[in-house]
């Protein structure tokens, strides 16, 4: 039997969708139910691995965790990875499918309405509710005609939706109007009220928008969800990065953190748990300055390792950071950054990029070889080499994305060894250092507190402070719980209920 569903759609990209989503998982889940998140495409740089090596949207993992089940293909049945303006990565069930032209993959579609279909009739048959989330608007003429991510799912599933504008912006009035203009009688009949995202003031204010609101659609308003500062919870895409600082602190007293901001990052949302230590301040940059002045300097993950290699030499960039190293300062880079420190990037193939070839920054002793296999893993790892206040021998947990092969110089020695892949034991190699640069192919170590806090601990003594920041570390679930706790207070969560339970008999 298939259970209820509930949809989220959005006026807008970025008006809050996913967060709403994972809070409604986490509530749910403490009323004792089996909640599964679920969206049909999803397009991010932002991925993770779940334990059986599928590649997912990282969105839709964190969304699971909060409902405490396990991630699976099946809860993002398609995720695009943009390599450029025109050309995305097509991942089908976890597994790379191939690189297309938006034309192509429109072609593509209705051989994937059946697998979004099969997927979300999966989830429905053994969660007690499936929270689903739309992508950007379900009102965008352009794209109607070949949607398989909004109304398409809503229909097929008869899910009702909620439709969630963000205030924060500007004219979200208008946005819910015209958005429900331009959708069709049937569709419009799914849309079940208006929740209103990231509100700061006094909400009497809105109550004559609230109600033109129902007055003029028929709709009521479902909440009005106030802003939520400081939620440490990861974001979907790279739209976020417009946020966050892009210079460095001018305090003496912080640990300052810069990220070299790639044109083509992947997977920055590893780097959140830096971002909320106390005394430590991080910043996106993209000038040499920052880079040279900065207490630690990350090399972030590369959708296009070459194009963005390139993109460091075209800015000068490159030379800063070859300075930086000369000057044996703190640098680390992780997968896509590790391949850049290197010797150089082949990619004979094309399977990245056009590039065939581009050389390094000479940084570390290794050389990358582009492989048309993607590895996809969970893994455990062991510190082959003590430095940045880390002791061989220690153990920690992360992820593998990626398609190149390192290949080290000179006997030169790895940073780690990898001893399980997705719950299975092997025994390989991974990246590589020299004097004050590491390299690893390993995402996700960051979330480690026992990789995190001596790294931070040893750049807080090399400028002569002492950190003390660990005690206010804030954890996934207490924020899951802030997060379900304001929806369940601004929401009209009756209303949900009976929206949710008239499924149930009908």
Not at 368 to 378: C, D, G, S, Y
Request: glycine fraction near 8%; proline fraction near 4%.
């Amino acid at each position: 039997m298939k259970c209820p569903v509930l949809m989220v759609q959005g006026t807008a990209s970025s008006v809050g969708k996913s967060l709403l989503v994972t809070g409604l998982c986490r509530l749910f889940k403490q009323r004792g139910l089996r909640v599964a998140p679920f969206k049909a495409q999803n397009m991010a740089l932002n991925s993770y691995v779940t334990p059986d090596g599928a590649e997912i949207g990282r969105a839709q993992a964190v969304q699971a965790d909060a409902a405490g089940v396990t991630p699976t293909a099946t809860m993002n049945p398609i995720l695009l990875k943009p390599e450029g303006d025109r050309w995305s990565q097509v991942v089908i069930l976890g597994k790379v499918h191939q690189s297309m032209t938006a034309l192509d993959y429109h072609r593509l579609k209705p051989e994937l309405r059946q697998t979004i279909g099969q997927s979300l009739d999966q989830l429905r048959e053994t969660h007690d509710l499936v929270i689903i989330e739309g992508a950007g608007s379900p009102a965008e003429i352009n794209l109607k005609a070949n949607d398989i991510v909004n109304m398409f799912v809503a229909k097929q599933a008869q899910a009702p939706v909620l439709l969630v504008g963000d205030i924060d912006r500007g004219g979200v009035f208008a946005s819910f109007v015209g958005t429900m203009e331009l959708l069709d009688a049937d569709e419009r009949n799914l849309v079940a009220g208006f929740v209103i995202n990231k509100f700061r003031g006094d909400k009497s204010l809105l109550d004559p928008g609230l109600d033109f609101l129902d007055d003029r659609t028929g709709r009521p308003s479902l909440g009005v969800v106030p802003y939520v500062k400081n939620l440490r919870l990861a974001e979907e895409d790279s739209i976020a990065l417009s946020e966050r600082p892009n210079f460095l602190s001018d305090s003496p007293r912080k640990i300052d953190i810069a990220i070299i901001r790639l044109p083509r990052i992947s997977n920055y949302d590893e780097f959140d748990a830096l971002e909320h230590e106390l005394g430590v301040h991080v910043a996106y940059v993209s000038d040499g300055q920052s880079i040279l002045d900065a207490d630690l300097l990350i090399i972030p993950g590369s959708k296009s390792t070459s194009t963005d290699l390139a993109w460091l030499y075209e800015t000068e960039l490159a030379a800063a950071i070859q300075e930086r190293a000369r000057q044996q300062r703190p640098i680390i880079g992780i997968c896509g950054g590790c391949q850049i420190l290197g010797q150089r990037v082949s990619d004979p193939n094309g399977i990245e990029s056009s590039i065939a070839e581009i050389q390094g920054l000479g940084v570390l002793p290794h050389e990358t070889v582009m492989e048309r296999h993607k590895l996809t893993t969970q893994a455990r790892v062991k510190l082959e080499q003590s430095m940045f206040g880390l002791d061989t021998g220690q153990s920690y947990r992360g992820y593998e994305i990626h398609l190149g092969k390192l290949i080290r110089h000179n006997q030169a020695g790895p940073i780690f060894s990898i001893h399980e892949r997705n719950q299975e034991d092997c025994l390989v190699t991974d990246g590589s250092y020299q004097d004050s640069v590491m390299g690893t192919l390993i995402h996700g170590l960051f979330d480690e507190d026992h990789f995190r806090r001596p790294i931070l601990a040893y750049l807080a003594a090399l400028k002569g402070l002492t950190w003390a920041g660990a005690e206010a570390l804030v954890s996934r679930d207490m924020e899951y719980d802030r997060l379900a706790k304001t929806l369940e207070e601004h929401l009209d969560m009756h209303a949900i209920d009976a929206i949710i339970e008239k499924q149930r008999t009908t």
